[in-house]
């Protein structure tokens, strides 16, 4: 690991210097990295005995509850605390996770590896998914817990989707305001509600305890396969609801650490969420007729609440879903973020909405466009039962895209030998293609969404990175070396005082305001830099390494500014911290010129003339250089020019 501060250690240290403790990390992750995975009791349980695809439901008797009870906890062992806590999570690029931290990773490490093009696809696919996630994630937390508001209010059943429709119209709409104040509510809440499903798994428990060992027994799994055949994989696709927010610990460990998030998981969210669903099982056990289980098995979680604590406890568990899908919209914030810099998606307009923590950003073409489509997603499918059949293939299809690159991470980067990380890997895939197969079964009743999302949005991601790539090339094929012409430029323009800044794509070539500039303004002034960002494949970069800068003659300095994919661009910012080019900079006297490209889709061979008509779309929407790189819009020069790609 490298010895550069992570994210968790520079928010952990307090003003005396010292770093928060573990303890009070793994409290602080309760609140935001559990969230999904916290609410699936609420449907996860119930859905793996409901019928699907016209196949009968599984009968809520000894040897079904038992077995599938020892599914959803062998699942979780295998795919959170093995696959996820003991595992990927070591895999941090420069203590951050998630899928695109992994990809920047590998591509850093093994750039000049041809192997890496076909993973680079798959981290982006992984990434297009994740977008489908995020919008059913909030449409069936809210919505399941919803529905429970119909035991404490009679005839409430017609308005459960309006109720759930205005709550996530609200919970969108207060996302500008940010989540600083809302987050400190985060943990007291989420502690509280883990709490609650240990407390009243433990309740039902107490009758029946042996129902402990019948779930830790992997036979009892094995049994339920042999038995049901089938229907059992069938099931399958419902039991990893359980697993469903298993990768927002891998993408949350920037915030909060791997010690810390695994402490938590281990010693507190995996026990209350596996009392909760033994609980849940105790309770059909519990009843005396095979009529009276089938009655408790269409909504278990909500009819083993008291009578006395049912208020309370519902609104517990609204509030939980609620924060779930606030932990979901701030991830795609963040990915979003690192997305833009790593040259996947547009520009957009990022707002900073905290001054102490860098990480807390809203991206309103990102909330709005997420908002639109969960709502529609909450209309269109009406209840959690229906958003169940949408939910799941996306999850797992990031998960078995994970562990491709946890591979390529294990043979290529961390070089284990091969008996050491062949057996890993395989017993991971196993799980991960029963599971994805499990899903696909559910692509006619709903599953097609999420695919039929992602699609989408991989297509706009492969094709604004295409078509950045054939616009560079056609940018600087046959440009002037920049050495001849600081040489040639010295005697065909006038010199006036301050300081020039021209932004560039590339650190080779003569950017075309440049060149613009001097064809039609014949000026040039005392300083010019050619000024490039590159954003390199690590969150941080460290301040030792942050500019570059060669003198090139004649008052010319190419600089390069380096980046991590998570840190801000602000460039008055940055240029106020350098002084390699011959002195400092006065933002009263410097005037920064960016080049405005319009793309002329052409025949030439590069992308198929839709895709160059979707990327010239997406270039004319695209959010200026100046709001992206915070230039002072009075100090502004903007001259276009058109390309062909």
Same mark, same amino acid.
């Given at each position: 690991?490298?010895?550069?501060?992570?994210?968790?250690?520079?928010?952990?240290?307090?003003?005396?210097?010292?770093?928060?403790?573990?303890?009070?990390?793994?409290?602080? @992750?309760?609140?935001?990295?559990?969230?999904?995975?916290?609410?699936?009791?609420?449907?996860? !349980?119930?859905?793996?005995?409901?019928?699907?695809?016209?196949?009968?439901?599984?009968?809520?008797?000894?040897?079904?509850?038992?077995?599938?009870?020892?599914?959803?906890?062998?699942?979780?062992?295998?795919?959170?605390?093995?696959?996820?806590?003991?595992?990927?999570?070591?895999?941090?690029?420069?203590?951050?996770?998630?899928? /695109?931290?992994?990809? @920047? /990773?590998?591509?850093?490490?093994?750039?000049?590896?041809?192997?890496?093009?076909?993973?680079?696809?798959?981290?982006?696919? @992984?990434?297009?998914?994740?977008?489908?996630?995020?919008? *059913?994630?909030?449409? =069936?937390?809210?919505?399941?817990?919803?529905?429970?508001?119909?035991?404490?209010?009679?005839?409430?059943?017609?308005? %459960?989707?309006?109720?759930?429709?205005?709550?996530?119209?609200?919970?969108?709409? =207060?996302?500008?305001?940010?989540?600083?104040?809302?987050?400190?509510?985060?943990?007291? =809440?989420?502690?509280?509600?883990?709490?609650? &499903?240990?407390?009243?798994?433990?309740?039902?428990?107490?009758?029946?305890?042996?129902? *402990?060992?019948?779930?830790?027994?992997?036979?009892?799994?094995?049994?339920?396969?042999?038995?049901?055949?089938?229907?059992?994989?069938?099931?399958?696709?419902?039991?990893?609801?359980?697993?469903?927010?298993?990768?927002? &610990?891998?993408?949350?460990?920037?915030?909060?650490?791997? #010690?810390? %998030?695994?402490?938590?998981?281990?010693?507190?969210? !995996?026990?209350?969420?596996?009392?909760?669903?033994?609980?849940?099982?105790?309770?059909?056990?519990?009843?005396?007729?095979?009529?009276?289980?089938?009655?408790?098995?269409?909504?278990?979680?909500?009819?083993?609440?008291?009578?006395?604590?049912?208020?309370?406890?519902? =609104?517990? @568990?609204?509030?939980?879903?609620?924060?779930?899908?606030?932990?979901?919209?701030?991830?795609?914030?963040?990915?979003?973020?690192?997305?833009?810099?790593?040259?996947?998606?547009?520009?957009?307009?990022?707002?900073?909405?905290?001054?102490?923590?860098?990480?807390?950003?809203?991206?309103?073409?990102?909330?709005?466009?997420?908002?639109?489509?969960?709502?529609?997603?909450?209309?269109?499918?009406?209840?959690?039962?229906?958003? $169940? $059949?949408?939910?799941?293939?996306?999850?797992?299809?990031?998960?078995?895209?994970?562990?491709?690159?946890?591979?390529?991470?294990?043979?290529?980067?961390?070089?284990?030998?091969?008996?050491?990380?062949?057996?890993?890997?395989?017993?991971?895939?196993?799980?991960?293609?029963?599971?994805?197969?499990?899903?696909?079964?559910?692509?006619?009743?709903?599953?097609?969404?999420?695919?039929?999302?992602?699609?989408?949005?991989?297509?706009?991601?492969?094709?604004?990175?295409?078509?950045?790539?054939?616009?560079?090339? +056609?940018?600087?094929?046959? +440009?002037?070396?920049?050495?001849? !012409?600081?040489?040639?430029?010295?005697?065909?323009?006038?010199?006036?005082?301050?300081?020039?800044?021209?932004?560039?794509?590339?650190?080779?070539?003569?950017?075309?305001?440049?060149?613009?500039? %001097?064809?039609?303004? #014949?000026?040039?002034?005392?300083?010019?830099? %050619? /000024?490039?960002?590159?954003?390199?494949?690590?969150?941080?970069?460290?301040?030792?390494?942050?500019?570059?800068?060669?003198?090139?003659?004649?008052?010319?300095?190419?600089?390069? *500014?380096?980046?991590?994919?998570?840190?801000?661009?602000?460039?008055?910012?940055?240029?106020?911290?350098?002084?390699?080019?011959?002195?400092?900079?006065?933002?009263?006297?410097?005037?920064?010129?960016?080049?405005?490209?319009?793309?002329?889709?052409?025949?030439?061979?590069?992308?198929? *003339?839709?895709?160059?008509? &979707?990327?010239?779309?997406? &270039?004319?929407?695209?959010?200026?250089?100046?709001?992206?790189?915070?230039?002072?819009?009075?100090?502004?020069?903007?001259?276009?020019?058109?390309?062909?790609?």
């Amino acid at each position: 690991m490298s010895s550069t501060p992570t994210p968790a250690e520079a928010t952990a240290t307090h003003s005396h210097g010292h770093k928060a403790s573990t303890v009070t990390l793994a409290i602080g @992750a309760v609140g935001v990295v559990f969230g999904d995975i916290g609410t699936s009791p609420l449907y996860a !349980f119930r859905e793996t005995f409901a019928s699907h695809h016209g196949v009968p439901g599984i009968l809520p008797d000894a040897q079904h509850i038992h077995g599938v009870l020892s599914l959803v906890f062998w699942s979780m062992m295998m795919v959170v605390t093995v696959k996820y806590v003991l595992t990927i999570m070591r895999a941090d690029n420069r203590g951050e996770g998630g899928s /695109l931290a992994l990809l @920047a /990773l590998i591509k850093r490490t093994s750039d000049k590896s041809g192997w890496t093009a076909p993973l680079v696809l798959l981290g982006v696919f @992984a990434t297009a998914l994740f977008y489908g996630d995020s919008m *059913i994630t909030p449409a =069936i937390s809210v919505l399941s817990a919803t529905e429970g508001l119909q035991y404490i209010v009679p005839g409430f059943k017609p308005w %459960i989707v309006p109720t759930a429709v205005a709550i996530l119209f609200g919970l969108f709409a =207060i996302q500008s305001r940010g989540t600083d104040r809302v987050g400190k509510l985060f943990g007291p =809440i989420m502690l509280t509600y883990f709490v609650m &499903l240990a407390t009243l798994g433990v309740m039902h428990l107490s009758a029946n305890p042996a129902i *402990i060992l019948e779930t830790i027994n992997p036979m009892n799994a094995l049994r339920f396969f042999v038995t049901d055949g089938f229907t059992a994989f069938i099931a399958l696709g419902s039991v990893v609801l359980a697993v469903t927010g298993a990768e927002a &610990l891998y993408a949350d460990m920037g915030h909060f650490g791997r #010690k810390p %998030i695994g402490l938590s998981w281990l010693t507190f969210v !995996f026990p209350a969420l596996m009392l909760n669903y033994m609980g849940q099982g105790a309770l059909i056990l519990s009843q005396s007729s095979p009529e009276a289980a089938a009655a408790l098995i269409r909504d278990p979680f909500f009819l083993m609440i008291p009578d006395v604590v049912r208020l309370p406890v519902i =609104i517990l @568990a609204l509030l939980a879903t609620i924060i779930a899908s606030q932990a979901v919209i701030s991830g795609a914030f963040s990915l979003t973020q690192q997305a833009i810099q790593l040259g996947f998606i547009p520009r957009m307009e990022i707002r900073h909405t905290s001054a102490a923590a860098a990480g807390q950003i809203y991206i309103p073409v990102i909330n709005w466009a997420l908002m639109v489509m969960v709502i529609l997603l909450v209309l269109f499918f009406q209840s959690s039962s229906n958003l $169940a $059949a949408a939910y799941g293939i996306a999850v797992t299809g990031a998960m078995f895209i994970d562990t491709l690159l946890l591979a390529a991470v294990l043979f290529a980067l961390w070089r284990w030998p091969v008996w050491k990380a062949l057996p890993l890997v395989i017993a991971f895939l196993i799980v991960d293609v029963a599971y994805f197969g499990a899903n696909l079964i559910k692509v006619p009743q709903g599953g097609w969404v999420p695919l039929l999302i992602g699609f989408f949005i991989f297509t706009l991601l492969t094709t604004w990175s295409k078509g950045r790539e054939l616009m560079r090339a +056609s940018m600087t094929e046959g +440009s002037l070396p920049i050495e001849i !012409f600081a040489k040639s430029a010295q005697n065909s323009a006038t010199r006036v005082p301050g300081t020039s800044v021209f932004m560039a794509s590339t650190n080779t070539g003569v950017p075309s305001a440049l060149l613009h500039n %001097i064809k039609h303004n #014949k000026v040039l002034h005392e300083r010019v830099l %050619i /000024l490039t960002v590159a954003v390199q494949g690590m969150p941080y970069v460290d301040e030792t390494e942050r500019y570059e800068c060669k003198n090139l003659g004649n008052g010319f300095y190419r600089v390069t *500014i380096n980046c991590g994919f998570l840190e801000e661009t602000d460039v008055p910012k940055l240029l106020g911290t350098l002084t390699l080019c011959d002195g400092t900079f006065d933002m009263m006297h410097t005037s920064f010129f960016l080049s405005r490209q319009t793309l002329l889709a052409s025949a030439k061979p590069g992308m198929a *003339i839709w895709r160059e008509k &979707l990327f010239a779309w997406m &270039l004319r929407n695209a959010a200026s250089a100046m709001e992206f790189f915070r230039l002072p819009t009075n100090r502004v020069v903007e001259l276009g020019s058109q390309v062909e790609i």
